[in-house]
């Protein structure tokens, strides 16, 4: 904000400055010479502004010694998932901020990755579900390429989980009930938006919402577009991460081998 304040109030004096020149200076030459000559004085001033702007820690110096909690073999769920909903459980009682929320990194068809914030909708026996557009660009992903990673990360309990596994399209009459269990701007909100592809601007965004919203006035329930549905993450590797002092963190892995989950002990 300081910033912004500086750059706008260089600018006025700028502007004033311009406009001394035009009383004072009549000859086109004169005026030009003068305007030229100021240039260099206004781009030093916000560009020295803008400098100030840069970090002012160091950032190789902030850690934190985690020193919450402890996490062994023996203090562990036989099932990932049944540890998972313990920490998660967990996380929620400790009032972490947005506990659902999870990074999803998918691969393109050339192997190329990305990642992204999305909410968990569901957890059960079947695995791990979230919903989305799926002509979006991780829609796109997954189903050309239908594996991924998730990690959740709690700092208010010093704890991170990674998983990964196959992902499947969840049945269309799940994605049903899910969507409209979704507030109502929200049901709209899924037909108006092409997610990922490139809009001229948000005034676009706002005009279908409206015309929507007149289009669906007398319907009761808002149908599911085809594009918009949910995802599954069945595990085959789970790993729970516990902060320890000294980096000497506690990490305890799940991986499915011939259709049993076994427990090991990694090294931080």
Same mark, same amino acid.
């Given at each position: 904000?300081?910033?912004?304040?500086?750059?706008?109030?260089?600018?006025?004096?700028?502007?004033?400055?311009? =406009?001394?020149?035009?009383?004072?200076?009549? !000859?086109?030459? $004169?005026?030009?010479?003068? *305007?030229? $000559?100021?240039?260099?004085? =206004?781009?030093?001033? +916000?560009?020295?502004?803008?400098?100030?702007?840069?970090?002012?820690?160091?950032?190789?110096?902030?850690?934190?010694?985690?020193?919450?909690?402890?996490?062994?073999?023996?203090?562990?769920?036989? %099932?990932?998932? !049944?540890?998972?909903?313990?920490?998660?459980? !967990?996380? +929620?009682?400790?009032?972490? !901020?947005?506990?659902?929320?999870?990074?999803? #990194?998918?691969?393109?068809?050339?192997?190329?990755?990305?990642?992204?914030? /999305?909410?968990?909708?569901?957890?059960?026996?079947?695995?791990?579900?979230? =919903?989305?557009?799926?002509?979006?660009?991780?829609?796109?992903?997954?189903?050309? %390429?239908?594996?991924? #990673?998730?990690?959740?990360?709690?700092?208010?309990?010093?704890?991170?989980?990674?998983?990964?596994?196959?992902?499947?399209? /969840?049945?269309?009459?799940?994605?049903?009930?899910?969507?409209? #269990?979704?507030?109502?701007?929200?049901? +709209?909100?899924?037909?108006?938006?092409?997610? $990922?592809? *490139?809009?001229?601007?948000?005034?676009?965004?706002?005009?279908?919402?409206?015309?929507?919203?007149?289009?669906?006035?007398?319907?009761?329930?808002?149908?599911?577009?085809? %594009?918009?549905?949910?995802?599954?993450?069945?595990?085959?590797?789970?790993?729970?991460?516990?902060?320890?002092? #000294?980096?000497? %963190?506690?990490?305890?892995?799940?991986?499915?081998?011939?259709?049993?989950?076994?427990?090991?002990?990694?090294?931080?």
């Amino acid at each position: 904000m300081l910033f912004i304040f500086v750059a706008i109030l260089c600018s006025a004096l700028y502007s004033l400055l311009i =406009y001394i020149c035009l009383l004072y200076y009549p !000859e086109p030459k $004169s005026r030009k010479a003068f *305007v030229i $000559s100021l240039a260099p004085t =206004y781009i030093f001033i +916000i560009l020295g502004k803008s400098s100030s702007m840069a970090l002012t820690h160091n950032i190789a110096d902030i850690r934190v010694n985690y020193r919450k909690h402890a996490l062994t073999e023996d203090s562990v769920a036989g %099932h990932p998932i !049944e540890q998972f909903k313990v920490w998660l459980q !967990e996380a +929620i009682e400790a009032q972490a !901020e947005e506990p659902t929320a999870l990074v999803l #990194s998918t691969v393109n068809a050339a192997g190329k990755p990305s990642a992204r914030v /999305v909410l968990l909708k569901g957890v059960d026996a079947q695995g791990f579900s979230f =919903y989305t557009n799926y002509n979006s660009r991780k829609g796109q992903e997954l189903d050309q %390429h239908p594996y991924a #990673s998730l990690t959740f990360f709690w700092p208010a309990l010093e704890r991170q989980v990674r998983i990964e596994g196959k992902v499947g399209r /969840v049945s269309p009459q799940e994605s049903d009930a899910y969507f409209h #269990s979704r507030p109502r701007g929200s049901q +709209i909100g899924a037909w108006v938006s092409p997610q $990922s592809q *490139v809009i001229p601007s948000r005034q676009v965004l706002e005009q279908r919402e409206m015309e929507l919203a007149e289009e669906f006035a007398g319907t009761e329930l808002v149908p599911r577009p085809e %594009h918009w549905g949910g995802f599954r993450l069945e595990p085959d590797y789970v790993e729970f991460w516990q902060g320890r002092p #000294s980096r000497l %963190h506690d990490r305890i892995a799940y991986e499915l081998e011939n259709g049993i989950w076994q427990v090991k002990r990694l090294a931080p």
